[in-house]
């Protein structure tokens, strides 16, 4: 079987366009991440959720729709619990790739739980350019 130098070329060319492509799809990914550094009570009783946004993507992040964050604690020798959950709307958030910005969240009318561990979950979905 005998292959022509342009359909070799053709191929390479094809092959090496497709690689370039799907590098720069995933390049241009948008991203946006949660830390979260503290939860505690205040003195009205809330939660507070303490922490920051991180745009770990390459992509403008322009407006968060919505964000909604589930708080669990835990005590010595207990399972895990769920203390507070709540979703978060319409937060006006802009941020260049690489850039945070620090947030803190208060979820009231919530029962108050002695705990010795906190985790957070979250999910957000955002706008981005």
Request: proline residues 2%; hydrophobic residues 45%.
């Amino acid at each position: 079987m005998k292959f022509s130098k342009t359909k070799v070329i053709a191929c390479f060319l094809l092959t090496a366009m497709m690689v370039v492509g799907f590098a720069a799809t995933a390049w241009a990914a948008p991203g946006l991440q949660w830390h979260t550094d503290r939860v505690y009570y205040d003195d009205s009783g809330r939660i507070i959720v303490d922490g920051y946004f991180y745009n770990n993507g390459s992509r403008i992040i322009e407006w968060v729709n919505w964000y909604t964050v589930q708080v669990y604690f835990r005590q010595a020798n207990s399972d895990w619990w769920l203390a507070a959950s709540t979703t978060f709307y319409d937060l006006n958030l802009y941020l260049y790739p690489g850039d945070s910005v620090r947030w803190k969240f208060r979820i009231s009318n919530v029962d108050y739980y002695r705990f010795d561990y906190w985790r957070v979950n979250w999910n957000v979905n955002y706008n981005f350019k």
